[in-house]
């Protein structure tokens, strides 16, 4: 998430609150805690009835210098600190946001991070006032581990190296779904995935050259494995993204995982068949056009679903959104979108401003 910014060419950020100390005897040459956030208020239609929808939230990022030039950070939103709503998942805990460590040799992160195949190729562009989540983010690639994924054994690790146009790019789990808070209470975790006893990675690469990317990625998961092939373009007013992921053993359940009961693969009896089905493939196709303050963004993916069940057969989820922005200045931008996915069996859209502070 967050690509269309690169398109925009420009990032509307507004510090509220900053603050420097310089410890010497800490180790360290300087730190700052500065405060940011976003907000939104418009309306969403849900396929039945139009809603109203806003929400605003608060971002930390802290960030320093050690005396031999090693910098080092971490980030996270207020709200992923409700440690009544969900004790497992906070920044205190490490499944939420994220910390961070980089220097000559690269740049280590610990927490919520994405995969190594993400970070490499990311995710299709985003449409609408709520960013494609009137749609359960549609736009977004499924990939094996991270982001999201594999919380039960707490926080995930990702390391980053440049060099002459190439990134390489890994990350993983530790493979332990073993609750440990009792000895210290920042690190606790909680087993809820069957696979959670195994370690999951990522293992990827881009190469970037002047307007123009394409990455490679794998990642396993127990059994489960993938393949993604991204590529990016830009030239002039237009962006144009694809993205090509092939999955071997990988139930068809974790891509239904996000939306429950919504629009599950079923039988001829409307029975829900779909742990029956293996996860096969995605395919995705974006694009953007700028024309001064008006960003117009599109996207189209498929899904595909395969069974050796006599009596079934092979199903494919396609999705498409349209969308557009319109930059007021100052960090606020009109945008609207239009989402039709067969996850939900309906045609859903949002209209609305967004804020950047």
């Known amino acids: 998430m967050g690509h269309m910014r690169e398109i925009r060419g420009k990032t509307m950020k507004k510090v509220l609150f900053a603050t420097s100390a310089l410890v010497l005897s800490a180790g360290f040459a300087s730190a700052e805690v500065a405060v940011s956030g976003d907000g939104r208020m418009g309306m969403i239609y849900d396929g039945n009835d139009v809603q109203f ?7 930390f990022t802290l960030t320093g210098e050690s005396d031999a030039g090693l910098s080092f950070g971490a980030k996270f939103r207020v709200d992923q600190e409700n440690y009544k709503a969900d004790p497992y998942r906070s920044a205190a805990r490490g499944s ?63 390391y980053e190296y440049g060099i002459n146009g190439f990134t390489f790019y890994a990350s993983a789990t530790d493979g332990s779904d073993r609750s440990w808070g009792s000895v210290t209470f920042g690190d606790n975790t ?30 396993k998961h127990g059994d489960a494995k993938e393949i993604v092939l991204g590529a990016e373009g830009k030239f002039d007013q237009f962006s144009v993204k694809g993205v090509y992921a092939h999955y071997k ?12 009961g919504k629009n599950p693969i079923t039988n001829a009896a409307g029975a829900n068949v779909t742990g029956d089905y293996n996860f096969k493939s995605t395919i995705g196709l974006s694009g953007a056009y700028q024309a ?51 996850y939900l069996q309906d045609t859903v859209a949002d209209l609305g401003i967004k804020f950047k502070f």
């Open 53 to 59: 929808a806003s929400r605003a939230r608060v971002l």
């Open 96 to 158: 939420a946001g994220q910390i961070w460590i980089s220097g000559t040799y690269g740049k280590l992160s610990m927490g919520d991070v994405v995969s190594a195949s993400e970070a490499a190729i990311g995710d299709l562009y985003e449409v609408g006032y709520t960013d494609g989540a009137v749609a359960f983010d549609s736009e977004e690639i499924s990939y094996l581990t991270a982001d999201g994924n594999n919380l039960g054994q707490g926080p995930a690790v990702l």
């Open 190 to 219: 909680e087993d809820e995935d069957a696979l959670s006893n195994k370690v999951a990675y990522s293992l990827a690469a881009k190469y970037e050259v002047d307007n123009y990317n394409v990455g490679l990625g794998f990642g």
């Open 249 to 260: 053993d990988r139930s068809a359940v974790d891509a239904f995982a996000a939306i429950t």
């Open 292 to 342: 001064d303050a008006l960003l117009v963004k599109a996207f189209w993916r498929q899904d595909k679903f395969t069974t050796d069940v006599v009596g079934l057969s092979n199903e494919k989820y396609n999705s498409y959104g349209i969308g557009a922005d319109y930059d007021l200045g100052g960090g606020a931008t009109l945008a609207g979108g239009i989402i039709d996915t067969d």
